[in-house]
């Protein structure tokens, strides 16, 4: 059972427009949420995090949201370059007896068109 | 963030060996961790890999067939023993510090291919 979903498998956006990209989750006890970016044959890069008990964070052209009661967060970027284009994994962190586990979900691929 | 290199890049093994990928890691860190990336799948982790202790593994994965050795706090291996095509994956190694203020830090990945 999936606890962490990326429904969209790929995402297509014109430069410059917004590019959003969707993550559910099931597990209440998350505590922290991340966003990764991954290109090919390169592993995934940090981007963006936020913890359970905010509800927006903000770095530059990104800007993570989560809605604790609908169990989603989503990632804005805006506006959007072709140097995005990339994987985009939603990871959670469950942080619970001293254990520090993240939780993939499967990834979206967006594709910014020049 | 660490600075994360993985030996080899990609490999092509035939069914029944056995290949030993390395990680290295340019500052000492606690928790090393090993991940799966199979075809159209999400990062699964393997393990956690402490040093001065032996790793522990997630549901689904023995030490039998994925050997870990944590010598000191800055390099790891996993082994994928006795292969068979259905480990052909991408084998990522990470690291993170116990604050979940941290984030973990990727390794660019070990392509795996088994005959």
């Known amino acids: 059972d999936q606890q962490v979903k990326q429904n969209s498998p790929s995402l297509s956006v014109q430069e410059g427009r917004i590019s959003i990209l969707n993550c559910d989750y099931t597990?209440?006890?998350?505590?922290?949420f991340l966003w990764y970016k991954k290109y090919p044959a390169e592993g995934p890069t940090f981007l963006i995090s936020?913890?359970?008990?905010?509800d927006k964070n903000e770095d530059g052209r990104f800007t993570v949201f989560l809605n604790k009661s609908a169990k989603h967060l989503s990632l804005h970027i805006v506006p959007s370059q072709p140097g995005d284009s990339a994987v985009y994994f939603c990871a959670a962190v469950y942080s619970g007896a001293g254990s520090y586990q993240l939780t993939f979900g499967k990834g979206t691929k967006l594709s910014v068109i020049p | 963030s660490a600075v994360i290199s993985q030996k080899p890049s990609r490999d092509i093994c035939q069914r029944g060996t056995s290949l030993t990928i390395q990680c290295q890691v340019d500052s000492q860190v606690t928790m090393m961790f090993w991940y799966r990336q199979q075809p159209g799948q999400s990062l699964t982790l393997i393990a956690t890999?402490?040093?001065?202790?032996?790793?522990?593994?997630e549901s689904g994965f023995v030490i039998d067939k994925f050997p870990i050795s944590r010598p000191n706090l800055t390099f790891s291996t996993l082994t994928v023993s006795n292969m068979s095509p259905e480990d052909s994956s991408i084998y990522l190694c990470?690291?993170?510090?116990?604050?979940?203020?941290?984030?973990?830090?990727f390794g660019p990945g070990t392509r795996l291919l088994v005959l």
């Open positions: 597990n209440s006890m998350f505590d922290y």
């Open positions: 936020i913890s359970s008990i905010k």
């Open positions: 990470s690291v993170g510090r116990m604050s979940i203020q941290e984030t973990q830090y």
């Open positions: 890999a402490n040093q001065g202790s032996e790793a522990t593994y």
